[in-house]
C-alpha cells in the first residue's frame, strides 16, 4: 500500500471523526426530542414510517429493521416500516402517476394521526420526501426529518409538532455517516425509554 493512500484512508477517518464531533452538541437536544415523539407515538399504538433515496432508503430500511426484529436488547418487536422496499408499489406510483409520489401515496394510504413519518434526505431538497412530509401533515401525523448542510427545502416545512436533525456538515458522505450514528441514538433513546436498562 503506498503511503498516500494509507494518509488518504486515515484522513477519512479523522474527518469523520470531527464531523461526529461538531454534529454532537447540535443534535443532542433534537435527538432526545425526537426520541420522546417517537416513544409517545409507539406507546399509544402507532408507528413510525420511514423513506429517503439511494443511502437514505437504506438508512429508511436499517432503522425499520432495529425496530421491528431488535436493536441491542431484547425487547418486543416495535412498529415501523420503511417507504422504500415495495418494488411494485413504487414503480406503479412512478408510472402511472410521478416519482414525487411513492413516498406521499403510501403516508396517505397506511398512516394514522398520531403516527410518525422519519424523513431522511441528506441535501433536504428530495422531491419525493418534501411531498411524503406534506401528506404527513395533511393526516395529521408527526415528522422527525433527518437532513444535513442547511436542512434545505425541509426546514422551511417543519411544525410545532416536527423535529428537525440538521446535520451541520457540508459533504454528503460525512452527513450520511453521522445519519446513521443519529439513528442508532434514536433506537437506543426508544429502547432505553420504553423498556429501561435491560
Known sequence: MTSNLH????????????????????????????????????????????????????????????????????????????????????????NDYRYEEVFAKQVRALGRRGDVLLAISTSGNSANVIEAMHAAHGAGLHVVALTGRNGGRMADLISDRDVHICVPIERTARVQEVHLLALHCLCDGIDHLLYGDQ
Open 7 to 94: 494518509d488518504r484512508i486515515v484522513s477519512q477517518f479523522d474527518e469523520s471523526i470531527r464531523a461526529k464531533q461538531t454534529a454532537a452538541a447540535v443534535l443532542a437536544a433534537p435527538l432526545a426530542a425526537a426520541v420522546e415523539v417517537m416513544s409517545d407515538t409507539l406507546r399509544a399504538g402507532g408507528k413510525i414510517m420511514a423513506c429517503g433515496n439511494g443511502g437514505s432508503a437504506a438508512d429508511a430500511q436499517h432503522f425499520a429493521a432495529e425496530m421491528l426484529n431488535r436493536f441491542e436488547m431484547e425487547r418486543p418487536p416495535l412498529a415501523a416500516i420503511a417507504l422504500t422496499t415495495d418494488t411494485s408499489t413504487l414503480t406503479s406510483i412512478a
